[in-house]
């Protein structure tokens, strides 16, 4: 989607009242740290805690809490968190987010900084400082995070998510600004500028109701709102130094529906956005492709080896025996950090390769609900 000079014109933001102190350096940029949050009270604590370590504090920690059937608003008070309770939202997560923007952006200045990130996620000591730097040097960045997954009770399924993240954060940081896939949830810092432009994009340049910063009828808000801003002619970046710890999913159960949830998510917003410069490429469409073109890749590999093996009788040529040895190394060393547990699941080939096999399940189901139009699945704890 290019822009035209018209639909530049009609993106235009009211200038917002300027708080006094604009212009002001890293140490002094404002920073609100917005915390959606559903049923959370296992959580919000120890989010709020992590904020509390920043090198670089914010100055403001709200909690949305939306729809909640705990007492989470109550916890993230008598953590020291100021509480936003949503009134009346259907949009999922992104309508609480809007919910709580409506308030803070007329009031901001250009330079203030809004970080909206998980309730379940806890923030390194520097990854404020970090961003906060990045939106400094370069307004027209939106900054993001890489995330690992925190080490809660022992299990295979939990293990295998981390493994996952551990080895997704690797590659992350190889990364052009112009390849970064998504501003994940995790944790997503922005200009207030850069956020009311979007909202008033909103309807006509880009999906979305009018007025709205996340587009409420996406449950994968965070890479709707990196499509938005890419479109608008910003650059998405994650640095070193902004790297998270977030919750993985306890039971088969509750993974599938979380990587279904993502899934949908993301094809409904690629077709919402159709294909252009910004959803062609690795960000987008080529991005699928290759997903699915893996998932039947890896079937067909082990088909031709075991058929090789069984029709010949010989064994693996040397080849194809160093090539699968470079492959059981890199396995191993790739999630080094994960711990001895994450290195002995990998050694053990298997259980990770059974694994990547069932992305298929989530990625035909997703297709098929949205070529049925089925609707989004609702955001929560699990």
Request: include cysteine; hydrophobic fraction near 45%; charged fraction near 20%.
């Amino acid at each position: 989607m290019t822009l035209t000079a018209s639909a530049r014109q009609a993106c235009q933001v009211i200038p917002a009242f300027r708080m006094p102190g604009t212009g002001r350096g890293v140490s002094q940029m404002r920073v609100t740290v917005l915390i959606p949050a559903h049923n959370e009270r296992e959580q919000i604590a120890g989010t709020i805690a992590a904020l509390r370590l920043q090198t670089r504090q914010p100055d403001q920690i709200v909690v949305v809490a939306d729809n909640c059937g705990d007492d989470t608003a109550a916890v993230a008070g008598q953590a020291g968190a100021d509480v936003f309770t949503t009134a009346g939202n259907t949009g999922r997560k992104a309508g609480a987010i809007n919910q709580a923007l409506a308030l803070f952006l007329p009031e901001a200045a250009d330079d203030d900084c809004v970080l909206v990130m998980d309730a379940d996620t806890e923030l390194n000591a520097h990854w404020i400082e970090t961003a906060a730097g990045e939106l400094k040097a370069d307004p027209m960045v939106a900054v993001g995070g890489t995330y690992l997954g925190k080490e809660e009770t022992p299990s295979l399924v939990r293990q295998l998510q981390i493994n996952e993240f551990t080895r997704a954060s690797r590659l992350q940081h190889r990364k052009s600004r112009k390849s970064v896939w998504c501003l994940s949830g995790t944790g997503t810092m922005a200009r207030a500028a850069m956020l009311r432009q979007v909202a008033a994009c909103r309807g006509t340049v880009l999906p979305g109701r009018p007025g709205d910063v996340y587009d409420a009828e996406s449950c994968t808000e965070d890479f709707e709102l990196t499509l938005a801003v890419r479109t608008l002619g910003y650059s998405c970046i994650i640095p070193r130094g902004c790297e998270s710890h977030t919750e993985v999913m306890p039971t088969v159960r509750t993974w599938f529906n979380q990587r279904l949830r993502w899934q949908q998510g993301t094809l409904e917003s690629l077709r919402d956005y159709g294909i252009t410069k910004v959803t062609w490429g690795w960000q987008g469409w080529a991005r699928q492709g290759l997903f699915h073109f893996r998932f039947m890749a890896q079937f067909l590999l082990w088909f031709v080896l075991i058929h090789s093996l069984l029709t010949t009788g010989a064994g693996f040529p040397p080849l194809i025996i160093a090539a699968l040895v470079v492959v059981y190394f890199e396995r191993i060393v790739s999630v080094w950090r994960a711990g001895w547990r994450g290195r002995i699941l990998a050694a053990l080939i298997v259980p990770e390769f059974l694994y990547g096999c069932s992305e298929g399940a989530y990625l035909l189901t997703a297709a098929y609900q949205v070529i049925r139009r089925q609707p989004l699945a609702s955001w929560g704890h699990l």
